[in-house]
C-alpha cells in the first residue's frame, strides 16, 4: 500500500509564503501524477495544483499565478510552493497520488495552513 507524507504545513500571514512537501513510499505506475487539494467549507476536495509524471503541472483557479508545485522523481516528492497567501487559502491541504491528470484514491493524512492577517 502507498503512503504518502505531507509536512509544511502552519501558520503563515497574508501576503506571505510557505511551502508544502509530500513524499511518497512509492508510485504505483509510472504515470501516476502527485498533487495537492484542499478542503472546501462545502466538505469537498479541490484541485489546487498536480504534476504528472511527465512534468506537466494543472493548478486550480484560484491559485493560479501564486502557487508553484514541483516534483522531485528520485524522492517521490512532490512540493508546493505558496507565495501571495490570502485568507481564503487556509484550510487542510491533501496529498493526492493520481493518474493521468486524474484525482486518486491515495490520500495523505492532510496538513493544515492557516493564513491570518
Known amino acids: 500500500q502507498v503512503q504518502l507524507v505531507e509536512s509544511g504545513g502552519g501558520l503563515v500571514q497574508a501576503g506571505g509564503s510557505l511551502r508544502l512537501s509530500c513524499v511518497a513510499s512509492?508510485?504505483?505506475?509510472?504515470?501516476?501524477?502527485l498533487g495537492w487539494y484542499r478542503q472546501t467549507p462545502r466538505n469537498q476536495r479541490e484541485l489546487v495544483a498536480l504534476?504528472?509524471?511527465?512534468?506537466?503541472?494543472k493548478y486550480g483557479d484560484s491559485v493560479k499565478g501564486r502557487f508553484a508545485v514541483s516534483g522531485d522523481d528520485a524522492k517521490n516528492a512532490v512540493h508546493l510552493q505558496m507565495n501571495s497567501v490570502k485568507l481564503e487559502d487556509s484550510g487542510t491541504y491533501y496529498c493526492?497520488?493520481?493518474?493521468?491528470?486524474?484525482?486518486?484514491?491515495?490520500w495523505g493524512q492532510g496538513t493544515q495552513v492557516t493564513v491570518v492577517s
Open positions: 493526492n497520488m493520481g493518474l493521468g491528470v486524474s484525482i486518486g484514491r491515495t
Open positions: 512509492r508510485r504505483m505506475f509510472s504515470s501516476n501524477n
Open positions: 504534476i504528472t509524471a511527465d512534468g506537466r503541472t
